[in-house]
C-alpha cells in the first residue's frame, strides 16, 4: 500500500513515517519545505492531486496547534487543508482511504468522564472545534467513495515536544536538577506514547474493523501532573528529586477517555504509561549524547 502521510515532520509524523517503512508500506512524506527525502506541497488542491494519482491512502497528521492562536480563524486553516485534501482524493480515482488525527480535545465534561465515543462533543476552545469540524468534513466526503478512520488522540508523550511541562520535566530529570510541580495537582490527564500513536496508524490503515469508524487512541487512563513528574523522575534516574507548589490552582481539567472500543476492534498499544518513561529516557539519552 502506498501511502501519503501529511506533517511528516512533525511529533508524530517522524515516527509515522517509520514505522509505517518498517511495516512494508510505501510511503510518501509530505513537508511544506523543501527537505531531502520528502515531497514538498504547498497542500494546495492542485498540488495535492498531482501526488495522490498513484497513492492509496492518506495518513492527515498536519495541523496548526494551540500555540499563540487565541481566536478560530486562528484555527480555519485546519479546516481548509483538512477540505482540500479530501478534494484532492476526490479527484483521484485511486486514493480512497484516510486517516484523520483528531484530539480528545473535541470532548469537554467532567461530568462525563471517561468520555466514550458516544458522548456528544462539545469543545470547549477553538482547537477541539477544528478538530471536530475536520472530523465531520471527513463523514461528508463518504459519499464520495472516501473511507475514513478517525482517531481522537490523547496527550501525546514525546521528547520532541518543546517548550511544554514534559519537556521541562525530562530536561530537568535528565540533567539530574528538582523537578517542580506547580500546582495541586488534581487534575487527571490521559496520554501516549507517540509510538503507539504511530502503531495505532499502521493498525488503522490495513483493519477493516476500523473503516468509518471513529476511535478514542490512549491508555484509558488519566494522570495528574505530579504522578507524571514522578514517574519521569524514577525513569531518568532521578527519584526523589521533586518540589511541589500545591498552594496555587492548576487551571487545568482531567480529561480521560474510554478506550474500550479501539481495543475491541484489534488495536493494543505496545507500552503502558511506565514502560513509555523508560523508553522515552533511551531516546532523550540517545539525542543528547549526538
Known amino acids: 500500500m502506498k501511502v501519503a502521510v501529511t506533517g511528516a515532520t512533525g511529533l508524530v509524523g517522524r515516527k509515522a513515517v517509520d514505522c509505517l517503512k518498517n511495516g512494508g508500506f510505501e510511503v510518501v512524506p509530505l513537508t511544506r519545505n523543501v527537505k531531502e527525502g520528502y515531497v514538498s506541497t504547498d497542500y494546495g488542491v492542485e498540488s495535492l492531486t498531482a501526488i495522490f494519482k498513484d497513492v492509496d491512502a492518506v495518513v492527515h497528521l498536519a495541523a496548526r496547534r494551540e500555540g ?7 484555527f480555519q486553516s485546519n479546516e481548509n487543508l483538512t477540505e482540500n485534501i479530501l478534494l484532492a482524493m476526490k479527484n483521484s480515482d485511486k486514493c480512497n482511504r484516510i486517516i484523520y488525527m483528531s484530539s480528545i480535545s ?13 458522548v456528544l462533543p462539545k469543545p470547549k476552545g477553538f482547537y477541539g472545534l477544528s478538530k471536530l469540524v475536520c472530523e465531520h468534513l471527513c463523514g461528508i466526503y463518504q459519499r464520495f467513495g472516501i473511507n475514513y478512520t478517525i482517531l481522537r488522540c490523547a496527550h501525546i508523550l514525546g521528547i520532541e515536544e518543546k517548550g511544554y511541562m514534559l519537556s521541562k520535566f525530562m530536561s530537568g530529570a535528565y540533567n539530574h536538577k528538582q523537578i517542580c510541580v506547580i500546582g495541586k495537582s488534581v487534575a487527571k490527564r490521559e496520554f501516549i506514547y ?3 500513536v504511530a502503531n495505532a496508524i499502521a493498525w488503522a490503515l490495513t483493519s477493516n474493523e476500523s473503516i ?9 487512563k488519566g494522570y495528574t501532573n505530579l ?3 514522578v514517574l519521569i523522575n524514577q525513569a531518568f534516574g532521578n ?3 521533586l518540589q511541589y507548589k500545591s498552594d496555587v490552582s492548576e487551571g487545568i481539567q482531567s480529561s480521560y477517555t474510554n478506550v474500550s472500543k479501539i481495543y475491541s476492534a484489534g488495536f493494543k498499544p505496545q507500552f503502558s504509561i511506565e514502560t513509555s518513561m523508560k523508553d ?3 531516546e532523550y539519552c540517545g539525542i543528547q549524547q549526538r
Open 68 to 74: 499563540n492562536c487565541r481566536t478560530y480563524e486562528d
Open 194 to 196: 507517540v509510538k503507539d
Open 280 to 282: 522515552l529516557y533511551q
Open 227 to 229: 504522578q507524571i513528574a
Open 239 to 241: 527519584e526523589g528529586n
Open 212 to 220: 468509518n469508524q471513529t476511535f478514542n487512541l490512549g491508555y484509558g
Open 106 to 118: 473535541v470532548y469537554s465534561g467532567e461530568k462525563d468522564l471517561p468520555w466514550d465515543e458516544e
